[in-house]
């Protein structure tokens, strides 16, 4: 199975901030990963597809970038309706892993 | 309006069964591949398995803690999704989550969630 390695596992910071999110996978997945902000009591939301694909709707201050194994999630300036948690996804092969989250507190 | 909307979660003794049901909507369900992920109380996220669409043979796959113990199903006719659960465990306690893949195949994520809904295994 392909492990999805998130850091940091908690992350602070400030309306305002720029923050970023790394996501790792044990073996190469080319550009095969999402990522997901979760607020609590919701479903996930699909923020960014293929690596570097911004979802429909999804802001701006959102992108994403990496390939291979190293994948970063990057909010340019923090909203108030950003603190949540954040997951990576891998769909190069079965079985579909998740990376263990990251929570983005103020 | 494009819409997950699960149903069947429930309390249910270890050792026991559940049938979980997604109804769809808002959307061409025959064409997309469908997938169930669950949850954990304060924990991460966990891939169940996919149902593949009539195309692909409505083909499946599944995480192995749960090959043998869960079956994907779907019914193309009502825009159903099916996890029947059995021998459950206390580790099977958890939120699933019913999720669209997209139909262009542009990517394998999920694009669309339900709700979720609540199975707990306790005696």
């Known amino acids: 199975d392909i492990q999805m390695t998130q850091s940091p596992s908690t992350l602070s910071a400030s309306v305002g901030d720029g923050v970023t999110i790394t996501c790792r996978a044990s073996q190469s997945i080319t550009s095969s990963l999402v990522w997901y902000q979760q607020k609590p009591g919701n479903a996930p939301k699909l923020l960014i597809y293929k690596a570097s694909s911004l979802e429909s709707g999804v802001p701006s201050r959102f992108s994403g970038s990496g390939s291979g194994t190293e994948f970063t999630l990057t909010i340019s300036s923090l909203q108030p309706d950003d603190f949540a948690t954040y997951y990576c996804q891998q769909y190069n092969s079965y079985p579909v892993t998740f990376g263990q989250g990251t929570r983005l507190e103020i | ?123």
């Not at chain 2, 169940?48 to 779907?74: C, M, P």
């Not at chain 2, 580790?91 to 979720?116: K, L, N």
């Open chain 2, 1 to 123: 309006e494009v819409q997950l909307v699960e149903s069947g979660g429930g309390l249910v003794q270890p050792g026991g069964s559940l049938r979980l049901s997604c109804a769809a909507s808002g959307f061409s369900f025959s064409d997309h591949y469908m997938d169930w992920v669950r949850q954990a109380p304060g924990k991460g996220l966990e891939w169940v398995g996919r149902i593949r669409k009539k195309s692909n043979s409505y083909t499946t796959e599944y995480a192995a803690s749960v090959k043998g113990r869960f079956t994907i199903s779907r019914d193309d006719s009502k825009n159903s999704l099916y996890l029947q659960m059995n021998s459950l465990g206390t580790e099977d306690t958890a939120v699933y989550y019913c999720t669209r893949i997209p139909a262009t195949g542009t990517h394998y994520g999920m694009d669309v969630w339900g709700q979720g809904t609540t199975v707990t295994v306790s005696s």
